[in-house]
């Protein structure tokens, strides 16, 4: 079975800042790796996705990440943050064949003027 | 792109109530469904998958008389919450896939469920 960690609950940053949000998976096969954005409430809306090829995937928005399969992370980036990128962010993964999508705890970004 | 459309957003029902909430593809064919439950300041749960035409897939725990699961069709899939308690608060959403297209999990904007 495959598991999500996102290692921080809470990220503040000031506006302008960068930012890093992490996420790491177990899995013994071959996964599909994703970044979701929440609103309070709403439901989630897709940020990236790594299916193959290109380990570094973006985001129309600016937001970046890499999947790097030795450390078994798929960590988001965004260089410079506005304040309406405050949101719950998700990182999950889906195992190659597999239907269900396994969700991380979320993070949720705090951006301060 | 593909949409979800989730109905209703918020319903406030009585202890021992039925609610049904519809999922709905509007743009494409949904040959799966997820339904998940989200508590305040946490990540989502699976709850069940369904494919069309056939019985949904209940994660453990999860009870599947009480939470029925109906997808008749490749666009609607309907999460029906039975004999509703206080506990059963929550906020609901669902995901629909495709089988055609890139790889994607599309999500409905969420059912917020508050039982009295």
């Known amino acids: 079975a495959q598991s999500v960690t996102q290692l921080d609950s809470q990220v503040p940053v000031f506006e302008e800042a960068p930012v890093e949000l992490r996420c790491n998976y177990s899995s013994s096969v071959s996964v599909y790796l994703f970044w979701y954005v929440q609103y309070p409430n709403q439901g989630l809306q897709l940020l990236l996705k790594y299916l193959s090829g290109s380990t570094l995937v973006e985001s129309i928005n600016g937001f970046e990440a890499e999947f790097n399969k030795s450390q078994t992370s798929f960590h988001l980036r965004k260089p410079s943050v506005h304040i309406s990128d405050t949101a719950e962010y998700f990182c999950?993964?889906?195992?190659?064949?597999?239907?269900?999508?396994?969700f991380g705890q979320g993070t949720r970004l705090t951006i301060n003027p | 792109g593909a949409v979800v459309s989730q109905h209703p957003s918020r319903v406030i029902c009585k202890s021992g109530t039925s609610v049904k909430i519809e999922c709905r593809s509007l743009?494409?064919?949904?040959?799966?469904m997820f339904w998940y439950r989200q508590f305040p300041k946490k990540s989502l749960m699976l709850m069940a998958t369904?494919?069309?035409?056939?019985?949904?897939?209940?994660e453990q725990g999860v009870e599947k008389d009480k939470f029925l699961i109906n997808h008749a069709s490749l666009t609607l899939s309907t999460l029906t919450v039975t004999s509703a308690h206080p506990e059963d608060s929550s906020f609901y959403i669902c995901s629909a896939r495709s089988a055609q297209g890139d790889y994607g999990y599309t999500f409905g904007s969420g059912t917020r469920l508050t039982v009295v």
């Open positions: 369904s494919n069309e035409g056939s019985k949904a897939t209940y």
């Open positions: 999950a993964v889906s195992q190659w064949g597999a239907q269900k999508l396994v």
């Open positions: 743009d494409f064919q949904a040959t799966t």
